[in-house]
T-cell receptor, first 112, second 114 residues
Framework: GENVEQHPSTLSVQEGDSAVIKCTYSDSASNYFPWYKQELGKRPQLIIDIRSNVGEKKDQRIAVTLNKTAKHFSLHITETQPEDSAVYFCAASIPGYQKVTFGTGTKLQVIP | ETGVTQTPRHLVMGMTNKKSLKCEQHLGHNAMYWYKQSAKKPLELMFVYSLEERVENNSVPSRFSPECPNSSHLFLHLHTLQPEDSALYLC?????????????FGDGTRLSIL
């Protein structure tokens, strides 16, 4: 089955700096990679996703890059703000299955 | 967003009790999921239903019993739980049954086993 590793587990950045979270996956058949943000006491919410036919996707201050050869993908947040503080989860999904495998999460703290 | 609604939000029960968690989605999705979220662990998939049929069961103990009477409702029946079952139980739904669409989560039920 798929295995997703996520690093770092915690990340502190100064407001305005960039944050990068990295994930690796094991099954080369995976071709859908969503990222979720979970604020304290709230539900996980999709913030961005990427499919394997695309190497990079950007949405305002958030971008995701995918390297299928190396089987890793990363979340980039630029100009971080205090409201970006949350736990971020990466995930990988194999087509034809309903199962999504999640990473262990990264707790991001943006210091004002 | 109220697309996926879970009740109750909090539940405290003894190990011999029987209770049920409820999930309802108003998004017209075809697949529904139960996840267990414990501290410092990844989201653990428990059950997947696609078009009301169970398609995945990750060797979950029989004290957890899911039920999906229709595509909008999902239940998790609990019986004789253990203290280690205390966790946040999240329900999610997705549009397709191919695993290529994002999941929409409910707010979860915080379960505490005494």
């Amino acid at each position: 089955g798929e295995n997703v590793e996520q690093h770092p587990s915690t990340l502190s950045v100064q407001e305005g700096d960039s944050a990068v979270i990295k994930c690796t996956y094991s099954d080369s058949a995976s071709n859908y990679f969503p990222w979720y943000k979970q604020e304290l006491g709230k539900r996980p919410q999709l913030i961005i996703d990427i499919r394997s036919n695309v190497g990079e996707k950007k949405d305002q201050r958030i971008a995701v890059t995918l390297n299928k050869t190396a089987k890793h993908f990363s979340l980039h947040i630029t100009e971080t703000q205090p409201e970006d503080s949350a736990v971020y989860f990466c995930a990988a999904s194999i087509p034809g299955y309903q199962k999504v495998t999640f990473g262990t999460g990264t707790k991001l703290q943006v210091i004002p | 967003e109220t697309g996926v609604t879970q009740t109750p939000r909090h539940l405290v029960m003894g190990m011999t009790n029987k209770k049920s968690l409820k999930c309802e989605q108003h998004l017209g999705h075809n697949a529904m999921y139960w996840y267990k979220q414990s501290a410092k662990k990844p989201l653990e998939l428990m059950f997947v239903y696609s078009l009301e049929e169970r398609v995945e069961n990750n060797s979950v103990p029989s004290r957890f019993s899911p039920e999906c009477p229709n595509s909008s409702h999902l239940f998790l029946h609990l019986h004789t739980l253990q203290p280690e079952d205390s966790a946040l139980y999240l329900c999610a739904s997705s549009q397709d049954n191919q695993g290529l669409q994002p999941q929409h989560f409910g707010d979860g039920t915080r379960l505490s086993i005494l």
